[in-house]
């Protein structure tokens, strides 16, 4: 069996939040318990969102929590030519087309995704003809759209169990390369994830929905599975996702207040691994962590944040 590999990917779009420390705490557990390597991935695609000065933070903010890596951190921004091999090897499968559909257009006409609300592309541009595409293109520039097969790709998540979508029903044909030439997520995870030998993804529940139609790519382009466990997510007092917005609970702000140690100590508590909040590195989780023991529930942080 390959050693463990794990990930910790986040978008420097903004300060690190709990929300984040939380994913990475429980990847970095996860992976070190098992005796595993542990890797970061500063997820830039976007450039324009994502300046090299916020990735520069969250590797400071990380090193501060006491993280550290096996490799160098992997920034996706400097890997347009890997992901444009990647989209040439689907150009050659037959599965990629031209899409020109607005933003707008596709929230108008569409049924929301069950499970990440996003619209259900009913294919629109799937069956242009090369005229038609040739006449699109002399007006506006298309994204590019991956074919899903009409299948049911089902896994077992090592935290929630057993998850299935049918593709072409539930997702539908979704978007590898976007209009402004930005690559899409779904590809450049994957690729990413394959290339770098990671074997066990650990990210939030509100990316489970993605997790079969990333299964078939791997399996499109002939690369392994790894083992993925999704992870509850934080909320605020009111019950809504932490997000970048929040402020007060992002690592900027906690550093005045907390060591590293409290932070860890308190979320450890939140999530379930520890019995009561109290400081920890680390380290020291290691030596305690147990999937068993995280919560499947939502957790609400205030209460000593």
């Known amino acids: ?75 996706q921004s400097e890997r347009g030519d890997i992901y444009r091999q990647h989209l040439d090897r689907l150009r050659a499968m037959g599965r990629v087309y031209p899409c020109f559909c607005t933003r707008t257009q596709l929230h108008a006409t569409q049924a929301p995704n069950l499970g990440d609300h996003e619209p259900v592309y009913p294919g629109t541009c799937a069956r242009l003809t090369p005229e038609e595409i040739a006449a699109r293109e002399a007006t506006r520039r298309p994204a590019l759209r991956l074919r899903v097969p009409d299948e049911t790709v089902g896994f077992t998540d090592g935290h929630y169990g057993p998850f299935a979508e049918q593709l072409a029903r539930d997702c539908g044909d979704y978007i590898i390369r976007r209009s402004d030439g930005l690559w899409g997520y779904q590809l450049a995870v994957v690729v ?26 791997f399996r499109a382009f002939g690369y392994d599975v790894p083992q993925f466990y999704h992870i509850p997510l934080l909320t605020d007092s009111a019950g809504r996702r932490l997000a970048k917005r929040d402020r007060d609970l992002d690592l900027t702000a906690l550093a005045r207040r907390h060591t590293p140690q409290e932070i860890l100590g308190m979320l450890a508590f939140a999530c379930g691994i520890l019995p009561e909040a109290r400081p920890m590195d680390l380290e020291a989780l290691v030596r305690v962590f147990d999937w068993a023991k995280v919560k499947t529930e939502d957790v609400r942080v205030t209460e000593g944040f």
């Open 1 to 75: 069996m390959s050693r463990v590999t794990g990930r910790f990917a986040p978008t420097p779009s903004g300060r690190l939040h709990l929300g984040n420390v939380l994913c990475a705490m429980l990847a970095y557990l996860s992976a070190r318990s098992a005796g595993g390597r542990f890797l970061l991935r500063i997820e830039d695609v976007d450039i324009p969102r994502c300046p090299r000065s916020l990735a520069a933070a969250c590797i400071e903010d990380l090193t501060w929590l006491g993280f550290h890596w096996d490799e160098p951190p992997l920034f």
């Open 192 to 217: 990413d994830d394959a290339l770098s030998g990671v074997t066990q993804v650990v990210r939030g529940r509100d990316i489970l929905f993605s997790t079969p139609r990333q299964i078939e790519l």
